[in-house]
Each structure stands twice: as structure tokens, then as C-alpha cells.
């Protein structure tokens, strides 16, 4: 017997979303190395906005580094405790922009302490720009596109 999965609102995708998000710390990250070779790992997130943008600090000598220097084309996968699922598909591009650099390394504690300070030559912070959001319900077996905004909600 298949197991029964909790119904959708799909009226409430966006917060659902979100609140996938939120539970679920460590996201996985999905690169491609320049062998064609599909290249997975956990990261942590600085900063989530309200659109899905999703903002990762990386350092210059992480093999991720060159992987989307290489092909910018990334996947997040969230899961939570109780196994509901965001995918974000988006691309990755490097923050140049001193105000946002300034406003994201004020507000992780952790980015001072293990860098120094956000002159660090190994800091680069990537913003992941989704192009699609998508989540599941545990056990439905079955995506929902999730809309950029509260108000695109059915």
C-alpha cells in the first residue's frame, strides 16, 4: 500500500516553500565539474529572500569555485525534517556590489570569524537567482511550481 501524503493549498506554495526552507539548514548544492561529472555537497546559506534569491559564501579555493566559473547553471535541493522537498533551480553569479557585500557580512557572525574581514581574497559570495522553485509534499510523488511571489499564489 502506497503511503498517503498530506494534501496541497496551492494557494499556499510560496509559504510552503519558504517554510521548507527555513527547516532545512543545509541544502544541497549541484554543480558540474569540467568532466561532465555531476558534483554534490551541503552549504549553508547567508541570506534568503523573499523571491527565492539565495545567497551563498564560498571560499576562491573550493572546487565549486571553478565548477561554476566553469557553467554557472546550479540546483538547491532543501529537504526537511518531515521530508517535504524545494528544488531551486537557478544560476549562480558572484556579488559585486559593496553595499550587499557590506549588509550580508554584517549580518553573519560566522563570515567574521572564520575570514577576518570581507577584504579576505578566498571570500567570494554567490547569489543563486532562481529561475524555478518547485516543491513536494512527502510521498506525493509529484512537484509544484512555486511562484516568485506571495501574490503569484493560485
Avoid at 16 to 22: G, R, S
Avoid at 128 to 146: C, N, Q, S, T
Wanted: a negative charge.
Amino acid at each position: 500500500m502506497k503511503p498517503q501524503s498530506e494534501s496541497v493549498d496551492l494557494t499556499q506554495l510560496h509559504a510552503l516553500a519558504h517554510t521548507v526552507i527555513k527547516a532545512a539548514k543545509f541544502p544541497m548544492l549541484a554543480t558540474v565539474d569540467v568532466t561532465g561529472q555531476p558534483r554534490l555537497r551541503p552549504v549553508s546559506p547567508v541570506r534568503v529572500d523573499s523571491d527565492f534569491t539565495v545567497y551563498v559564501a564560498n571560499l576562491a579555493c573550493y572546487h565549486k569555485t571553478a565548477e561554476i566559473a566553469a557553467n554557472p547553471r546550479v540546483e538547491l535541493a532543501y529537504l526537511a525534517p518531515n521530508h517535504d522537498q524545494v528544488r531551486l533551480t537557478g544560476t549562480a553569479e558572484v556579488v559585486t556590489e559593496q553595499s550587499l557585500l557590506e549588509q550580508i557580512w554584517s549580518s553573519n557572525p560566522l563570515l567574521k570569524q572564520y575570514l577576518g574581514s570581507p577584504e579576505n581574497p578566498e571570500f567570494i559570495l554567490y547569489r543563486i537567482v532562481p529561475e524555478r522553485v518547485r516543491f513536494m509534499r512527502e510521498w506525493a510523488l509529484d512537484y509544484h511550481d512555486v511562484p516568485s511571489s506571495a501574490e503569484g499564489s493560485l
